[in-house]
């Protein structure tokens, strides 16, 4: 068995991909061949697949879901931080919540919600 996040977008997967590699260097993608945009991506061993859906539906992302990352220094954080909540919406900022030593959850520009820790 295997578990894979998957991300509908609408017209958007390929700047999401694009975004999200800049911010997670290291991360690795690849294009899907086909008449419909899907790619695949892995964040420290995690799998993702983006997909642009090919009809428009009534629902997008929620923060319900995020993906949590416990990041490894306070400067990727940051600039983690900033990257995705540029355009997009701030729900908790860098902060100690006790919980953590510094963590934030934020929502990009594409709706897809993030929590950034570090532990």
């Known amino acids: 068995m295997k578990v ?17 590699s800049q911010v997670f ?3 690795v993608s690849s294009v899907r061949p086909g008449p419909v945009y899907m790619a695949d991506w892995s964040l420290a061993g995690h799998d993702v697949i983006l997909m642009d859906s090919p009809a428009h539906h009534e629902f ?4 319900s879901i995020s993906l ?3 990041m490894d220094d306070v400067a990727h954080q940051e600039k983690a931080f900033n990257a995705l909540s540029e355009g997009g919406k ?5 902060d100690n919540y006790g919980f953590s030593q510094r963590f934030a959850w934020v929502s990009d520009r594409f709706g897809v919600s ?4 570090l532990p």
Do not use: I
């Open 90 to 94: 701030v729900m908790m900022p860098l």
């Open 114 to 117: 993030w929590q950034l820790n």
């Open 68 to 70: 949590f990352v416990d």
């Open 4 to 20: 894979t996040t998957y991300l509908m977008f609408e017209g958007k997967a390929p700047a999401a991909l694009e975004l999200y």
């Open 60 to 63: 997008t992302f929620t923060p």
């Open 25 to 27: 260097p290291g991360s």
